[in-house]
């Protein structure tokens, strides 16, 4: 599952959102990846991070929290 989202104040900025599997080798995790590109190039982002599966409910939570 992948999602491209238009980074609101930006003429051409995206956030990608995507599960990875396994993407620091073959004992690694799934991880939720979040990327933002002013560019508007989703498949390089100048920023992204890496959120383990395992803390991605507790993530969401405080992102709530948030709003």
Known sequence: ???IIELSGTKKGVISIMKMD???G???GSVASIG???AGNADEPEWKVHIPMENLDE???ALQALK
């Open 26 to 28: 073959e004992k690694s």
């Open 1 to 3: 599952m992948s999602k």
């Open 36 to 38: 933002i590109s002013l």
């Open 59 to 61: 993530v969401i939570e």
């Open 22 to 24: 396994k993407p620091y």
